[in-house]
T-cell receptor, first 115, second 114 residues
Protein backbone atom coordinates (compact mmCIF):
# COMPACT_ATOMS: atom_id res chain seq x y z
CA UNK A 1 0.00 0.00 0.00
CA UNK A 2 1.26 3.47 -0.86
CA UNK A 3 1.24 6.10 1.80
CA UNK A 4 3.06 8.27 4.28
CA UNK A 5 4.43 7.00 7.55
CA UNK A 6 5.48 9.10 10.51
CA UNK A 7 7.33 7.85 13.54
CA UNK A 8 7.12 7.80 16.41
CA UNK A 9 3.42 8.44 17.09
CA UNK A 10 4.20 9.92 20.52
CA UNK A 11 7.46 11.58 21.49
CA UNK A 12 8.58 13.05 24.77
CA UNK A 13 11.52 15.40 25.06
CA UNK A 14 13.25 17.14 27.87
CA UNK A 15 13.85 20.85 27.58
CA UNK A 16 17.12 21.66 25.85
CA UNK A 17 17.21 18.50 23.76
CA UNK A 18 17.00 18.24 20.01
CA UNK A 19 14.64 15.63 18.60
CA UNK A 20 14.06 14.31 15.07
CA UNK A 21 10.69 13.33 13.65
CA UNK A 22 10.65 10.84 10.81
CA UNK A 23 8.55 11.09 7.64
CA UNK A 24 8.71 8.55 4.83
CA UNK A 25 6.56 8.25 1.70
CA UNK A 26 6.38 5.58 -0.99
CA UNK A 27 4.07 7.52 -3.31
CA UNK A 28 6.96 8.65 -5.54
CA UNK A 29 6.00 12.25 -4.78
CA UNK A 30 8.46 15.05 -5.43
CA UNK A 31 7.11 17.53 -2.88
CA UNK A 32 7.00 17.09 0.89
CA UNK A 33 5.79 19.36 3.68
CA UNK A 34 5.89 19.70 7.46
CA UNK A 35 3.05 21.33 9.38
CA UNK A 36 2.54 22.14 13.00
CA UNK A 37 -0.97 21.92 14.47
CA UNK A 38 -2.05 23.66 17.67
CA UNK A 39 -5.62 23.75 18.99
CA UNK A 40 -7.65 26.51 17.36
CA UNK A 41 -4.87 27.54 14.96
CA UNK A 42 -5.27 25.15 12.08
CA UNK A 43 -2.13 23.96 10.33
CA UNK A 44 0.94 26.14 9.94
CA UNK A 45 3.68 25.37 7.46
CA UNK A 46 7.18 24.81 8.90
CA UNK A 47 9.25 23.73 5.89
CA UNK A 48 8.63 22.34 2.46
CA UNK A 49 10.69 20.66 -0.23
CA UNK A 50 9.86 20.49 -3.91
CA UNK A 51 12.80 18.32 -4.90
CA UNK A 52 15.63 16.31 -3.41
CA UNK A 53 18.43 18.38 -1.87
CA UNK A 54 16.31 21.51 -1.82
CA UNK A 55 13.90 22.95 0.74
CA UNK A 56 12.35 26.28 1.73
CA UNK A 57 11.22 27.84 4.96
CA UNK A 58 7.54 28.06 5.63
CA UNK A 59 5.74 30.47 7.93
CA UNK A 60 7.14 29.25 11.25
CA UNK A 61 10.60 27.79 10.49
CA UNK A 62 12.44 29.27 13.49
CA UNK A 63 13.73 26.56 15.81
CA UNK A 64 13.32 23.80 13.23
CA UNK A 65 15.58 22.22 10.61
CA UNK A 66 15.07 19.69 7.82
CA UNK A 67 16.98 17.69 5.24
CA UNK A 68 15.96 16.08 1.96
CA UNK A 69 18.70 13.67 0.96
CA UNK A 70 16.32 11.10 -0.47
CA UNK A 71 13.09 11.52 -2.40
CA UNK A 72 11.13 9.38 0.02
CA UNK A 73 12.36 10.90 3.27
CA UNK A 74 11.95 14.35 4.85
CA UNK A 75 12.97 14.32 8.54
CA UNK A 76 12.24 17.28 10.79
CA UNK A 77 14.48 18.24 13.70
CA UNK A 78 13.01 20.25 16.52
CA UNK A 79 15.91 22.08 18.10
CA UNK A 80 16.34 23.49 21.57
CA UNK A 81 15.85 26.95 20.02
CA UNK A 82 12.16 26.22 19.49
CA UNK A 83 10.57 27.87 22.52
CA UNK A 84 7.25 26.08 22.54
CA UNK A 85 7.64 22.77 20.71
CA UNK A 86 4.75 20.86 22.28
CA UNK A 87 2.34 20.28 19.38
CA UNK A 88 1.03 17.80 16.83
CA UNK A 89 3.27 17.55 13.77
CA UNK A 90 1.97 16.47 10.38
CA UNK A 91 3.95 15.50 7.32
CA UNK A 92 2.43 15.62 3.84
CA UNK A 93 3.45 14.99 0.25
CA UNK A 94 2.19 15.84 -3.21
CA UNK A 95 3.10 15.11 -6.81
CA UNK A 96 4.84 18.48 -6.93
CA UNK A 97 5.65 20.84 -9.72
CA UNK A 98 4.63 24.45 -9.97
CA UNK A 99 1.11 25.52 -9.24
CA UNK A 100 -1.21 24.55 -6.44
CA UNK A 101 -3.50 22.03 -8.10
CA UNK A 102 -1.94 19.08 -6.42
CA UNK A 103 -3.65 17.71 -3.40
CA UNK A 104 -1.53 16.88 -0.41
CA UNK A 105 -1.57 13.47 1.24
CA UNK A 106 -1.01 13.42 4.98
CA UNK A 107 0.69 11.08 7.39
CA UNK A 108 -0.87 10.07 10.75
CA UNK A 109 1.12 12.65 12.72
CA UNK A 110 3.52 12.74 15.66
CA UNK A 111 2.54 14.25 18.98
CA UNK A 112 5.55 15.87 20.64
CA UNK A 113 5.45 16.76 24.31
CA UNK A 114 8.20 18.65 26.09
CA UNK A 115 8.55 17.67 29.73
CA UNK B 1 -1.83 37.64 0.90
CA UNK B 2 -3.92 34.52 0.67
CA UNK B 3 -6.06 33.63 3.65
CA UNK B 4 -8.86 31.29 4.61
CA UNK B 5 -11.51 31.92 7.23
CA UNK B 6 -13.79 29.35 8.78
CA UNK B 7 -16.18 31.45 10.87
CA UNK B 8 -17.53 28.60 12.97
CA UNK B 9 -15.15 27.07 15.49
CA UNK B 10 -17.61 24.45 16.70
CA UNK B 11 -20.92 23.23 15.29
CA UNK B 12 -23.33 20.68 16.75
CA UNK B 13 -25.99 19.01 14.61
CA UNK B 14 -28.40 16.18 15.21
CA UNK B 15 -27.88 12.90 13.41
CA UNK B 16 -29.86 12.91 10.19
CA UNK B 17 -29.92 16.70 9.96
CA UNK B 18 -28.32 18.63 7.14
CA UNK B 19 -24.93 20.27 7.52
CA UNK B 20 -23.23 23.32 6.07
CA UNK B 21 -19.71 24.36 7.06
CA UNK B 22 -18.63 27.79 5.93
CA UNK B 23 -15.35 28.76 4.29
CA UNK B 24 -14.32 32.14 2.93
CA UNK B 25 -11.05 32.74 1.14
CA UNK B 26 -8.99 35.67 0.03
CA UNK B 27 -7.00 35.13 -3.14
CA UNK B 28 -6.33 37.32 -6.16
CA UNK B 29 -6.44 34.73 -8.94
CA UNK B 30 -8.53 31.64 -9.56
CA UNK B 31 -8.25 29.66 -6.36
CA UNK B 32 -7.60 25.99 -5.95
CA UNK B 33 -9.79 24.95 -3.01
CA UNK B 34 -9.81 21.89 -0.81
CA UNK B 35 -11.77 20.44 2.11
CA UNK B 36 -10.04 17.99 4.47
CA UNK B 37 -11.37 16.03 7.44
CA UNK B 38 -9.41 15.01 10.54
CA UNK B 39 -10.44 12.50 13.18
CA UNK B 40 -8.93 13.00 16.65
CA UNK B 41 -5.21 12.23 16.76
CA UNK B 42 -5.11 11.35 13.06
CA UNK B 43 -3.85 12.87 9.85
CA UNK B 44 -5.98 14.72 7.32
CA UNK B 45 -8.04 13.07 4.60
CA UNK B 46 -9.12 14.88 1.44
CA UNK B 47 -12.91 15.16 1.06
CA UNK B 48 -13.04 17.11 -2.19
CA UNK B 49 -11.30 19.72 -4.29
CA UNK B 50 -12.15 22.46 -6.79
CA UNK B 51 -9.91 23.66 -9.59
CA UNK B 52 -12.24 24.86 -12.34
CA UNK B 53 -15.43 24.01 -14.21
CA UNK B 54 -18.64 23.00 -12.48
CA UNK B 55 -18.93 25.01 -9.28
CA UNK B 56 -20.69 22.20 -7.42
CA UNK B 57 -18.15 19.56 -6.48
CA UNK B 58 -18.92 16.09 -5.21
CA UNK B 59 -16.63 14.37 -2.74
CA UNK B 60 -16.32 11.26 -0.67
CA UNK B 61 -18.63 10.22 2.17
CA UNK B 62 -21.60 12.05 0.65
CA UNK B 63 -20.11 15.54 0.96
CA UNK B 64 -20.37 18.29 -1.63
CA UNK B 65 -19.15 21.87 -1.82
CA UNK B 66 -20.14 24.86 -3.90
CA UNK B 67 -17.70 27.46 -5.16
CA UNK B 68 -19.16 30.96 -5.29
CA UNK B 69 -16.71 33.44 -6.72
CA UNK B 70 -18.92 36.47 -6.02
CA UNK B 71 -18.95 35.59 -2.32
CA UNK B 72 -15.39 34.21 -2.12
CA UNK B 73 -16.87 31.14 -0.50
CA UNK B 74 -16.49 27.38 -0.72
CA UNK B 75 -19.01 25.95 1.73
CA UNK B 76 -19.17 22.26 2.52
CA UNK B 77 -22.54 20.52 2.71
CA UNK B 78 -24.04 17.15 3.52
CA UNK B 79 -27.78 16.43 3.33
CA UNK B 80 -27.90 13.96 6.24
CA UNK B 81 -25.20 13.74 8.89
CA UNK B 82 -24.10 10.44 10.42
CA UNK B 83 -22.56 10.05 13.88
CA UNK B 84 -19.31 8.98 12.19
CA UNK B 85 -19.03 12.43 10.60
CA UNK B 86 -18.01 13.91 13.95
CA UNK B 87 -14.50 15.28 13.31
CA UNK B 88 -12.64 18.47 12.53
CA UNK B 89 -12.96 19.94 9.07
CA UNK B 90 -10.41 22.16 7.37
CA UNK B 91 -10.80 24.34 4.32
CA UNK B 92 -7.63 25.18 2.38
CA UNK B 93 -6.58 27.25 -0.61
CA UNK B 94 -3.64 26.46 -2.86
CA UNK B 95 -1.05 29.21 -2.73
CA UNK B 96 -0.55 29.65 -6.46
CA UNK B 97 3.08 29.77 -7.47
CA UNK B 98 4.53 29.00 -4.05
CA UNK B 99 5.54 25.42 -4.50
CA UNK B 100 2.16 23.87 -3.92
CA UNK B 101 1.70 25.36 -0.47
CA UNK B 102 -1.72 25.16 1.12
CA UNK B 103 -3.16 27.87 3.35
CA UNK B 104 -5.49 26.35 5.93
CA UNK B 105 -8.39 27.78 7.84
CA UNK B 106 -8.55 27.39 11.59
CA UNK B 107 -10.88 24.41 11.34
CA UNK B 108 -14.46 23.69 12.38
CA UNK B 109 -15.12 20.98 14.92
CA UNK B 110 -18.32 19.06 14.23
CA UNK B 111 -20.21 17.27 16.98
CA UNK B 112 -23.18 15.01 16.16
CA UNK B 113 -26.03 14.52 18.63
CA UNK B 114 -27.84 11.18 18.62
Amino acid sequence: DGGITQSPKYLFRKEGQNVTLSCEQNLNHDAMYWYRQDPGQGLRLIYYSQIVNDFQKGDIAEGYSVSREKKESFPLTVTSAQKNPTAFYLCASSIGGQGARNEQFFGPGTRLTVL
Amino acid sequence: AQSVTQPDIHITVSEGASLELRCNYSYGATPYLFWYVQSPGQGLQLLLKYFSGDTLVQGIKGFEAEFKRSQSSFNLRKPSVHWSDAAEYFCAVGAGNQGGKLIFGQGTELSVKP
